[in-house]
Nanobody, 125 residues
């Protein structure tokens, strides 16, 4: 049974940092494309970071480039998102995702088959 479980969210002031984790189980973690998405109230889910399979290219949305870093530990089967210099506009529910439906782009939700339940990030000004 595939499971993705996010943790590490919370409330911080602008300029602060958080590190999100996504514990994976039930699939070959190192073989999957992975992504981090976020969804603010009333908005569509948007991709913020993507990793193309094991050791592949990591890409970031322009809105987080230079502030967020995505990494993974294949032994522990954990995906991370280090978020620095947080802004109020980063406030959202953050989700990790796994899958490689290559007909869709790295920030298209249809690319990913498996999703976690999300972890809330709130940044106050």
């Amino acid at each position: 049974q595939v499971q993705l479980a996010e943790s590490g969210g919370g409330s911080v002031q602008a300029g602060g940092s958080l590190r999100l984790s996504c514990a994976a189980s039930g699939f070959t973690f190192s073989h999957y494309c992975m992504g981090w998405f976020r969804q603010a109230p009333g908005k569509e889910r948007e991709g913020v970071a993507s990793l193309y399979t094991n050791g592949g290219t990591t890409s970031y949305a322009d809105s987080v480039k230079g502030r967020f870093t995505m990494s993974k530990d294949n032994i522990k089967k954990i995906l991370y998102l280090q978020m620095n210099s947080l802004k109020p506009e980063d406030t959202a529910m953050y989700y990790c995702a796994a899958g490689c439906n290559f007909e869709y782009g790295v920030y298209d939700v249809r690319r990913y088959t498996y999703w976690g339940q999300g972890t809330q990030v709130t940044v106050s000004s």
